[in-house]
Nanobody
């Protein structure tokens, strides 16, 4: 059974940092890409970033580039999203998702941030940034 479990969310002041984790199980982690998405109340789900575990390539949405950093520990089947310089507009529920169809996040670019390309989702973790 494919499982994705997010953790690390919480309340932080603007300018602060959080690190989210996505622990995966039930599939060949090295052959998948892991994407992070977020959804604020009343808004559509938005792609934030993606990492391809096969080669470590990454892609970031413009809104988070330079502030968020992805990393992957393939031995632990876990992806980390380090979020720095957080802003109130980063407040949302953050989800990780797995895709076997995204093979190179950097080359596929914005496609890697489209929810329809992902087959399995975690339950989400709340991130709240206060001003």
């Amino acid at each position: 059974e494919v499982q994705l479990v997010e953790s690390g969310g919480g309340l932080v002041q603007a300018g602060g940092s959080l690190r989210l984790s996505c622990a995966a199980s039930g599939f060949a982690f090295d052959d998948y890409s892991i994407g992070w998405f977020r959804q604020a109340p009343g808004k559509e789900r938005e792609g934030v970033s993606c990492i391809s575990n096969s080669d470590g390539s990454t892609y970031y949405a413009h809104s988070v580039a330079g502030r968020f950093t992805l990393s992957s520990d393939n031995a632990k089947s876990t992806v980390y999203l380090q979020m720095n310089s957080l802003k109130p507009e980063d407040t949302a529920v953050y989800y990780c998702a797995a895709s076997s169809r995204i093979t190179d996040a950097q080359a596929m670019g914005v496609i890697s941030l489209i929810p329809a390309w992902y087959d399995n989702w975690g339950q989400g973790t709340q991130v709240t940034v206060s001003s």
